[in-house]
C-alpha cells in the first residue's frame, strides 16, 4: 500500500495517463524491457475498453478519440475518459466522474503483484536445466517409489 498523502476522488481516466506516460517511458529503453512496458501500457488500456464494450460503443474508435486528447501537448485532454451516455470522450472533471484514489492504486498494486507471481512461477517451471537434451536420459529409473523393482503386487 502507498504510504504518502494523496487527494480523496481522483478523475476517472487515470488509467489511460499511466498508458500513455509508460509507453512514452518505453520509448527511452531499449531491448526486450521496452515490449515489456508496452505491454504493461496496453494492459492499461484494458479499462475504458472494457467500459465501452459493456455500453455497447466501438471500443477502438472511442480509445483513439481517448489518445488523441491525451497525447495533446498542452496537458488539456488529461482529464478525458469514457462518456458511456453518448458512446464518445468527456472531460471527466467537468462531469464529476471520479474515483477513490485508494482503490485505483490498491487495484493497480494488486493486478502488478499478481502478474510479477504469475511470471515468477512460469520462470520456476520452466528450470533449463530439464530442458537440456540429456537430462531425460539422467531422470531414467526415478519416481518409481520404494517399492521399485522388487515385483510384488506392490508392497
Not at 524491457?33 to 471500443?59: H, M, T
Not at 464529476?96 to 485508494?102: D, H, I, S, T
Request: hydrophobic share 40%; glycine share 10%; with cysteine.
Amino acid at each position: 500500500m502507498v504510504m504518502r498523502p494523496i487527494p480523496t476522488l481522483i478523475v476517472s481516466c487515470v488509467s489511460l495517463q499511466l498508458s500513455r506516460a509508460l509507453r512514452d517511458y518505453a520509448r527511452t529503453i531499449p531491448g526486450k524491457a521496452q515490449l515489456f512496458i508496452n505491454s504493461y501500457a496496453k494492459a492499461l488500456e484494458v479499462i475504458p475498453r472494457q467500459l465501452c464494450d459493456n455500453a455497447g460503443f466501438d471500443a477502438t474508435d472511442v480509445l483513439n478519440k481517448l489518445r488523441q486528447k491525451h497525447a495533446l501537448a498542452d496537458g488539456s485532454g488529461k482529464y478525458f475518459g469514457v462518456d458511456v451516455n453518448t458512446g464518445g470522450v468527456v472531460n471527466t472533471f467537468d462531469a464529476f466522474v471520479w474515483e477513490p484514489a485508494l482503490v485505483k492504486l490498491n487495484a493497480i498494486q494488486s493486478a502488478t503483484e499478481a502478474a510479477c507471481l504469475i511470471l515468477s512461477v512460469d520462470e520456476t517451471v520452466r528450470n533449463p536445466k530439464s530442458e537440456a537434451p540429456d537430462a531425460a536420459a539422467m531422470g531414467a529409473g526415478r519416481g518409481m517409489g520404494r517399492g521399485g523393482m522388487r515385483g510384488g503386487r506392490g508392497r
